[in-house]
Nanobody, 119 residues
Framework: QVQLVESGGGLVQAGGSLRLSCAAS????????VGWYRQAPGKQRELVAS???????NYADSVKGRFTISRDNAKNTVYLQMNSLKPEDTAVYSC?????????????WGQGTQVTVSS
C-alpha cells in the first residue's frame, strides 16, 4: 500500500515563505513524475510545478522565479519551496506521483494541505 502525505502548509503574510513536503511511503520501487497542484475556491485545479525521475523541472508561469520543486530520492520526498508568496497563491496544495511498486505502476494523490497568504 502506497501513501502520499503532504505537510508544511499554513498561514503566512504576503512576501513570506513556506516549504511543502510530499512524502511517499509503502512498497515503492521507483517514483516517476511528481507534480504539485493547487486548487483555490471556485477555481479549477492547476499544475504548479513538476519534476521527473530524471531531474527535469517545470513550473507554471505564475510561480516561475518564486517556487522551487526538488526531490530527495533517498527519503521518497518531494518539496515545494515557495518564496515571495502572494495572496493569489492561497489554495489547497496537493501532490500527485506516478509510483512503480514491485508489480504495478499507479498514480497517487495526497490529502492536500492548505496554504493561506494574507495581504
Amino acid at each position: 500500500q502506497v501513501q502520499l502525505v503532504e505537510s508544511g502548509g499554513g498561514l503566512v503574510q504576503a512576501g513570506g515563505s513556506l516549504r511543502l513536503s510530499c512524502a511517499a511511503s509503502g512498497r515503492i520501487f521507483n517514483i516517476k513524475t511528481v507534480g504539485w497542484y493547487r486548487q483555490a475556491p471556485g477555481k479549477q485545479r492547476e499544475l504548479v510545478a513538476s519534476t521527473t525521475s530524471g531531474g527535469s523541472r517545470n513550473y507554471a508561469d505564475s510561480v516561475k522565479g518564486r517556487f522551487t520543486i526538488s526531490r530527495d530520492n533517498a527519503k521518497n520526498t518531494v518539496y515545494l519551496q515557495m518564496n515571495s508568496l502572494k495572496p493569489e497563491d492561497t489554495a489547497v496544495y496537493s501532490c500527485n506521483a506516478g509510483i512503480l511498486d514491485y508489480t504495478n505502476f499507479n498514480s497517487y494523490w495526497g490529502q492536500g494541505t492548505q496554504v493561506t497568504v494574507s495581504s
